[in-house]
């Protein structure tokens, strides 16, 4: 690795094999695509018709036109063109009139464009936010309410706009809910101050049409649902996350990552999407607003396993039964967009080794593209032994390390971060994981109160408890796009029999799923989900080819069955969702989730009871944490783990990592950290001599 | 990295303070403690009895002399000696005259030798199950029945022998039941040769103190129990693992992990046992015969958090009822022991990077010491991110990556293995993980037969389902070793009032352990066990400290109540067994599981109902898996990985880990993977900076 151009050897990047004469169906509109769309629904309009986008992205093709142009794609052929669309969300500005529109980018043709009905908003925006965060400062009610807790000359309050929520009272406009905190006092220019540790107690309400402060309400601060006068401000200390506020360890010792040799995987950029091989799997990686990160076309060694893979929706809704706070519950996904929030990945900082980074592009309020840098990170890493066995007879050990390729997108939801992953390793299995770190949305609490639905994490601060439920939109094509089942296996005693005389034995029971609808684990019978392919069926023992779902047990929505967070909240309330596959039906909680009134989402569809044996299924896959914070949680927290992973189950003929190359020294490189001992079997000379060359 | 000189600056191993007149009271037994222990029991007896030593390991000091020494060692005082003593098992050699000794090495006394009784066999070693696999093979019935099969002319047939297991039915001497196999017989001199892909229907039981075949099972090969005379051996193709038999795959780029300024830890020696130290971490690893590694005194920053840390033992029934299967129950621990079964791990094969070994001494069959080289190694590793947060309104990101520091022990037990491993990170977390990997048990299966309680994963071989049921044994000491509980906690949704007006509400609700018993989790109910000191009080918000305890949910024994596999795996009903701690209460399955009755374990134990509020308690955290085979987990199977958490909650006053220094490309020293994009930030400069002086 001394010269930069050995280093250039090893580059993932592939040139495209042909010249792409038009995008490829699933890549994300590029940014002339993008112009081109808000050019087209302008135009639509009378001229200086002030339009407020919210989103511009692509409208996937119809899986029946996209699986066989994918199919000849695979065959070497040249498949049938299809027509390049895009999906547009806008607002006349400042009214209420929200629409919904395709435009037909081949033929530059708006093929539909309606103002959409009463309870339908659309998702926040960066350019509405940071409005929305103007309007409630400046407004001399807010001004006068803030005077009245006599806070320290110089004091900076920031206002965090919340998605307003749903109760059916009063709130069928759109609407946002400011939270209001200040900075330190004592170092009020430090632009990153935490301020969730110095929570107030006055929350705006903003209406988004008129732009202007439609009430302010008064935070409750004690054990009950009292609100009394505002009082003035005493003392709290601050608690700073930033770097400089700490006293750094000293004795973390740099540890590297490094591939001498480049990375084992390629991507092959095609417009907005990129198709990446490693390792026997070959899939594809789009963008979009909604979701971020979207995988298509999974295979492995030329067997279709996942048509697409995202991240639907995930639902927060918090435990403080008070109002305003009983509305909290967000929809980071559809409220806003994990694509709009997805961070620029620096390097160095939020990956470790050789790192491929993707960028894209979004549009604006404008209709303007925007570009998106570095908002997915791509590279591989080392997960420990991937298999082993001694032979204890001879010694002899072979052992195997598990590398991944890991795909990471991180977003930033005001105070909350999400680490949000896709990994594939040799042995053929997917694992979808989250880390949810960031800090915690706070609110004011008077000192000596406890709360049983609240933790204080700061003096002051009271971080409520609430659940993080995700759902993960899984499309399958186990060896076929039209013909999956999903099934679950149990295991359960056999009765004492002739059969079974010391009552010992046990077996498996396989249940087909027959109806769309939602169904939930049960650990203690080892329930366990799988996607399968009944007309295909393994060489070896002839049982149909599957992958299992590990899906961790979560609790499901605790707000009782008749609340608005419970309605709206689709996916919340089952482990697994069944349901057939409709084009339009991508998003668990439903398509427009800001202040929604439920029944547009994945509860509705599996509500249809589609026979879904042997069909085009989709499945949504629920999990999730309770968060019952800790103070330890606090001013930052440390990443809580969640993984569902996707393994093969009598898919192939064998471990399907049987050949990966041994763990071996002469390619491992490690260092004894030891002067008692020799280093054995060549182990420096095998490393060093690779290493004095660099 | 470029000398012999830099790398040893950088050694972590530091010479003890003081020169150990004794040996701590938690180290292990050297190899003259081992020595004269066996001397003093054979100078007990006649001369020229012959003894066959069974155990010879550490008699662990009474807690109320041990914790005293800690807390003097821990204010630098000069602690009060503790008289070092050997628990010994042995026979008189060729007989069922079962001893239990217990060898004073301060005094040089045999404190106590006694015969145990009916019922109470030894472990398995490694001596004897040589000496087993002999007999069997050389048997003239076996070998009657072998030549039945017609086996071609050469073919070699290993014996595995397995420990007998209970059914109540003739088994109160020990026995061993061999289960055979062959090994590919085109390829006959290959000791590597996976023999479990070609097993036999023959399985010869063998009575320990005669060294004899007392019986030759012929095993029911089809659906049901029938057993048929034994055929001739038709042709099964082999199914090897080794990487020659493999067409290894050349896409796999080295990945290398260094630590250029050496390791963040530090080892400090004293005797057979290790001080490690790190990032405010420290404790002491010992290694014995029955456990393997072992964790004592664990502080953070010198606050007292765990005792004593181990696996306490395992089981492994198995689901098919037939006999002589119905008996296939293995505890791995007590039946052999994890510290004689541990692998010599190789340096680049096992661990990554820069890597500290520690080596034991175990016991022999004659009382001789043998070394136990490598048998525990010592690591970092980048566990991804710990934690960061974005302000999107500066863009700035603060972030930080998870370290972590692994002690990992693996072991072979016959065909299976497991990845033991101690987790320790820079938030206050530890986890324990069980990578289960290695080879299935195997029998044979006609061909065309489906069973319900196994799976085909190879022409002719049956892989029966089993569950691993591991139990970790967690002796808390949360800022005290005397006073601790267990709570748990559970969310619970609100009912509707005028307080919680829109049923959203939720709180949390702790439950009190009082009695010793089994508790079990509940995900529908969000339930999480603490370990608590209600003695000491959060600084912040008042809460008792604790950590918590997150451990998968998992199907306990299926095998019925009235079973033998229930009545001795007396830990496989319950997520959390909880007791009263006392020192001669370490292993949940019993002192003695080979060929057991049960009673003895700590179901046994919590069945006294004392009282375990705010008492020295110990906690045992069950786990496991169902092991339904799937092909893919032969002919050796990609690791299943388990983890149990524990995690500070209201133990610390904020984030423990909010002081690690930022993640930065300078420290970190990432590549980018990429000629399209500016490495930015000085990224390659400050790394390739730092590597061109290497």
């Known amino acids: 690795m001394s010269s930069s151009a050995d280093f250039y050897q090893s580059l993932p990047v592939r040139p495209a094999v042909t010249k792409q004469t038009q995008p490829h169906p699933l890549a994300a509109l590029s940014a002339s695509e993008i112009s081109a769309t808000s050019q087209l629904i302008k135009s639509s309009w009378p001229p200086r018709t002030d339009l407020h986008f919210k989103v511009i992205t692509l409208e996937e093709p119809a899986k029946a036109e996209t699986v066989p142009f994918l199919k000849a794609e695979h065959h070497g052929l040249t498949p049938v063109p299809i027509a390049r669309k895009a999906f547009v969300n806008y607002y006349i500005r400042d009214t209420d009139k929200f629409h919904e529109a395709i435009v037909n980018l081949s033929t530059r043709q708006v093929e539909r464009n309606v103002r959409l009905g009463a309870n339908v908003h659309s998702n926040g925006d960066a350019e509405e936010i940071v409005e929305i965060e103007r309007v409630a400062r400046d407004d001399p ?77 008064i935070l409750p601060t004690g054990a009950d649902a009292t609100v009394g006068e505002l009082k003035p401000y005493s003392y709290r200390p601050p608690n700073e996350y930033i770097p400089e506020a700490q006293d750094l360890r000293t ?63 995930m639902n927060i809704p918090y435990a403080d039964p008070r109002a305003p706070y009983h509305k909290k519950s967000a929809f980071d996904l559809g409220d806003v967009g994990a694509g709009l929030m997805a961070n ?52 002899r050990a072979a052992v195997v390390r598990n590398r991944e390729l890991v795909l990471q997108t991180i977003i ?23 880390r949810a770190t960031g800090i915690l949305s706070t609110q004011p609490i008077d000192d000596g109160v406890d709360v049983s639905f609240g933790t204080r994490v700061h003096p002051g601060v009271l971080a409520v408890h609430h659940q993080h439920i995700f759902s993960l939109r899984v499309d399958p094509s186990i060896d076929s796009h039209t013909s999956n089942r999903v099934v679950y296996d149990e295991a359960h005693a056999m009765p004492r029999s002739s059969f079974n005389p010391h009552g010992t034995g046990y077996e498996v029971r396989e249940t087909v799923i027959e109806h769309s609808g ?67 039906e991508l998003f668990a909680g439903g398509k427009y989730t800001n202040q929604s ?78 002067e008692e001992k020799d280093a054995g079997e060549g182990a420096m000379e095998g490393c060093c001599g690779e290493k004095s060359k660099l």
């Open 412 to 434: 930033t939801v005001s105070n909350y971060e999400y680490i949000l992953a896709f990994l594939f390793n040799q042995a053929g299995e997917m694992t979808y994981e989250v």
């Open 141 to 217: 009610q807010v001004q006068a309410a803030i005077a009245k807790l006599q806070l320290p000359e110089g004091t900076v309050v920031i206002s965090d706009p919340w998605i307003y929520g749903s109760d059916g009272v009063n709130d069928d406009d759109r609407m946002y809910q400011c939270f209001l905190y200040m900075r330190d006092p004592a170092n009020p220019l430090e632009a990153d101050s935490n301020h969730y540790a110095l929570p107030l107690p006055i929350s705006p309400v903003i209406s988004v049409v008129e732009k202007k402060v439609i009430r302010v309400d």
């Open 518 to 584: 939602g169904y939930d684990l049960s650990p203690d019978n080892n329930r366990i989900f799988k996607i399968q392919n009944a007309g295909v069926r393994n060489a070896v023992n002839g049982k149909p080819v599957a992958y299992k779902i590990h899906a961790p047990p979560f609790q499901k929505m605790l707000a009782d069955k008749d609340s608005f967070n419970h309605k709206r909240a689709e996916f919340a309330d089952h482990n697994i969702y069944v349901v057939r596959h409709r084009d339009d």
């Open 251 to 313: 004795d973390v010792k740099p540890l590297h990552i490094s591939q001498p040799e480049g990375a084992s995987f390629s991507v092959t950029d095609q417009g907005q999407s990129s198709i990446i091989e490693w390792q026997k799997w070959s899939f594809r990686v789009g963008f979009n607003q909604r979701e971020g990160m979207v995988i298509y076309d999974v295979r492995y060694d030329d067997r279709n396993l996942f048509y697409r893979l995202s991240l639907s929706d």
């Open 597 to 674: 009134r439920g029944g547009t989402g994945v509860r509705a569809w599996a509500d249809r009871r589609e026979d879904v044996v042997d069909q085009d299924v989709v499945v949504f896959v629920q999990f999730g944490i309770n968060h019952i914070p800790r103070v330890e949680d606090f001013p930052v927290m440390p990443c809580e783990v969640l993984k569902v992973g996707f393994k093969p189950v009598n898919f192939f003929e064998r471990n399907p990592a049987l050949d990966v190359p041994p763990s071996s020294q002469g390619a491992n490189c490690s260092v004894l950290l030891s």
């Open 344 to 395: 620029n990945l620096k390097l160095g900082c939020d990956c470790l080794g050789s790192i491929h980074y993707l960028d894209s592009v979004l549009a604006n309020d404008k209709g303007e593209p925007i570009p998106m840098d570095n908002v997915i990170c791509i590279h591989e890493q080392d997960a420990g032994i991937g298999w082993k066995h001694t032979n204890y007879r001879t010694g």
